[in-house]
Nanobody
Framework: VQLQASGGGMVQAGGSLRLSCAASGRTVSSYYMGWFRQAPGKEREFVAGIMWSGGVTRYADSEKGRFTISRDDAKNTVHLLMNSLKPEDTAVYYC???????????????WGQGTQVTVSS
């Protein structure tokens, strides 16, 4: 599975961004897709995840109500819509694919290259 993340950028606090993760590979539909982020000096953390089949979603508590993960089956793309962004959301955001539903980054088998999100106050 190959993953290509895009959509990062700079935005003011309160603004929105939509990240995209384009997936390719014959068995991509059998994977659990997750978004993670890593801020400078901090560990990588789970943000949101979605079952490719069925669309069941999960969010980190701090993102509930602000972020929405979705998938576009026709384009093999997973999106992360981020609203009401805060300076503390500043990080490099990564998409990843796992054979099982999990929030643990070491259980993910494939990773995209990361996209920078910067939120200014």
């Amino acid at each position: 599975v190959q993953l290509q993340a895009s959509g990062g950028g700079m935005v003011q606090a309160g603004g929105s961004l939509r990240l995209s993760c384009a997936a390719s590979g014959r068995t991509v539909s059998s994977y659990y897709m997750g978004w993670f982020r890593q801020a400078p000096g901090k560990e990588r953390e789970f943000v949101a995840g979605i079952m490719w089949s069925g669309g069941v979603t999960r969010y980190a508590d701090s993102e509930k109500g602000r972020f929405t993960i979705s998938r576009d089956d026709a384009k093999n793309t997973v999106h992360l819509l981020m609203n009401s962004l805060k300076p503390e959301d500043t990080a490099v955001y990564y998409c990843a694919a796992s054979k099982i539903p999990t929030i643990t980054d070491r259980r993910y088998d494939y990773w995209g290259q990361g996209t920078q999100v910067t939120v200014s106050s």
